[in-house]
């Protein structure tokens, strides 16, 4: 067998085209891909972002997602190395972990998350980056820039709910820019952990704890970001981010929410990650208490631009092309 072949043996031993998101490509038949491997299908959006801007670009570039096992991460990126139509791609469910310690170099930014959500080959050397807290801290300014005329974080003090992943690339992202950060998780000591890590890049103003902090915390907060999966789609997309949650219990998680939201000053920003057909109960009772609120749809279409020009920067910037155009693109899928 030639290269080529062996190539698309490896694919397919080693990933499947996954089903969704919708219009998924169900073929590797493009002149270059980016590529995201994932643990199981996904509907979400980043897909099908790329493949409208390669479209309307005219470029003979598909994105593609597909399914592949986690614990075979370092074959599956061994082989994106050696595929010389793989241009780079994301990372999906199960991989966003993995990936960096099979990768080649990792963004100073994603190397203190831990995690990466996209990755660019460039010399045949895989590079990794997270874009998500850089898709929501930009959202965050805009909505800075218009409610108060000043799209700096710095001095701000944020209360992040959650201590997750998304939490990690947020909660560095907003310190790497000066803002002073609360972190508050069901389990204290995942969000203590998080905040020690950021602390041991940026100093000791960051602290981290269990939920009892949640009352205290909101007293002196100017932005309050949920984004644990309390509203979010599942088990616990009734309950409220302002008080613990515990399925079967949700009057008490309501009533405890409607009583802590008091302490939220005027000109509070209530931010949710999790992206809903619906408004977000944590949204929607900061939004009739009088609160400015924004869900995940900004970060969603952020992070989306920021890593298209991470991985295609240069060849949109030969053709003439900036960031904002790529964005104005971005913007037309909803």
Known sequence: MNEKE???????????????????????????????????????????????????LGLPFGFIMMIG???????????FRQDPKYLGGGTGSGFKNRAPSVLDELDPL????GAINVVVKKDGRLCGYNTDGLGFVRGLEE????ARGNDSVKGLHVLVLGAGGTADAIGFTLASKGATLTIVNRTSEKASSLAERINSFYGTNYIGGGEELIESALVSADVVINASTKSAEGPLKDFIAFAPAKVGEL??????????????????????INLRSDESPTLRIAREAGFLT?????????????????IHGELFSSKGLLKEDIASLVKEVS
């Open 69 to 79: 096992d986690p614990n075979r991460a370092s074959e599956i990126y061994d082989l």
């Open 251 to 272: 009057e008490e998680n309501l009533k405890r929410s409607f009583d802590v939201i008091k302490n939220l000053r005027p000109g509070t920003i209530v931010c949710d």
């Open 6 to 56: 062996i190539i698309k043996t490896r694919y397919k031993e080693l990933l499947s085209i996954a089903k969704l998101p919708r219009n998924n490509p169900q073929f590797l038949d493009f002149d270059y891909y980016d590529v995201t491997p994932v643990d199981h299908d996904y509907a979400g959006q980043f897909q099908l972002k790329a493949n409208h801007v390669f479209q309307k």
């Open 143 to 146: 909505l800075l820039k218009t």
């Open 110 to 113: 994603a190397k203190q998350i």
């Open 294 to 310: 924004q869900n995940g749809a900004p970060m969603n279409f952020y992070q989306a631009v920021e890593a298209l020009w991470i």
